[in-house]
């Protein structure tokens, strides 16, 4: 394991709020680029970015080296297990932070993404909130009427939309690890959804804000059709997020009330594939949380 030096970084930045932003990377060094600009652009200044390789290349370890800010920290490991939570749980421990936000290493960020988290958070005296997102499906299409957060009913309000809500859309107070511990590290996958749900089903003050702020670029619709010798759709939609118009629109569309048959029929073949494709994947999780429990809360 190769470890960055790590420079002097205050906890706050004048009147702003510190956040950590950890940011989990395998072997996508086509796109990680576009996420850590988008994390770099953010309105909300005062923020440190911790880049976790979790037995990344070298061309990934290259970029983030790359990159002039002293806001941004590489820390390289070996590939752990599964989604390497375990590296994740090691880089969380040793931040100080008051609030701490995810970043993968394909998706986007509005520019105004924390600052929205943050007020949420502040004004609403909460310890965790999620924010919508939409997606881009192959080969252009960007669909802000996402099933998880656009159906209605019991069963899409409480199972489907807190089981879509990543790690990306939260932002929490660091004092959300001494109640429920850190993330579980003992799952192989799914380990987003399962800590988002423990905190919000624990007690601490959490709530879904149905505001648009991040583009999401799923792997099952993109990761077997990037191609080396041209530029993934990253590029592009980091200068669209960029646009405050195109942030406005785009936000419209999703409030848009009544949809299309042909949007409809679209969420159900989304439902349809995630489900076929995530099943398996779904029932290992749940046998391996009923296995291992979740983590002991414990003091940071």
């Known amino acids: 394991m190769t470890r960055s030096k790590r420079p002097p970084y ?7 709020p510190c956040v950590d932003v950890v940011l989990a990377t395998y072997r996508r060094p086509h796109t990680l680029a576009y996420a850590i600009r988008s994390v770099l652009e953010q309105g909300h200044a005062a923020l440190r970015l911790h880049v976790v390789g979790d037995g990344c290349d ?5 970029i983030v080296r790359a990159i002039d800010d002293p806001r941004v920290a590489f820390r390289r490991f070996p590939k752990g297990r599964g989604f390497g939570y375990a590296h994740r749980n090691v880089v969380l421990r040793e931040t100080r932070a008051p609030f701490v936000a995810y970043m993968t290493d394909d998706d986007l960020w509005f520019p105004d993404h924390l600052e929205r988290a943050l007020r949420e958070l502040e004004e609403g005296a909460l310890d965790l909130v999620a924010l919508r997102s939409v997606a881009v499906q192959y080969p252009d299409t960007l669909d802000p009427h996402f099933f998880a957060f656009d159906w209605a009913g019991p069963f899409a309000t409480r199972f ?3 089981w879509f809500m990543g790690a990306v859309n939260c932002v929490h107070r660091r004092a959300v690890f001494e ?3 850190y993330w579980n590290d003992r799952l192989f996958r799914f380990g987003d959804r ?3 749900n423990r905190v919000r089903l624990s007690g601490p003050a959490t709530r879904y804000v149905d505001h648009v702020s991040l583009v999401r670029f799923y792997a099952r619709h993109w990761d077997a059709r990037y191609r080396p010798d041209v530029a993934p759709p990253q590029e592009r939609y980091l200068d669209k997020v960029r646009d405050p118009a195109w942030r406005d629109a785009v936000r419209a569309l999703a409030v848009r009330p009544g949809r ?3 949007v409809r029929l679209r969420q159900w073949r989304d439902f349809a594939g995630f489900a076929a494709h995530s099943g398996p994947k779904f029932v290992r999780f749940l046998w391996e949380r009923a296995r291992n429990g979740a983590p ?5």
């Open 10 to 16: 205050p906890v706050s930045v004048g009147p702003s």
């Open 194 to 196: 399962e800590f988002y």
């Open 296 to 300: 002991e809360a414990r003091l940071c």
């Open 160 to 162: 489907l939309r807190t």
């Open 260 to 262: 299309e048959p042909r």
């Open 179 to 181: 109640r429920v511990g």
């Open 58 to 62: 070298e061309a990934s370890e290259r």
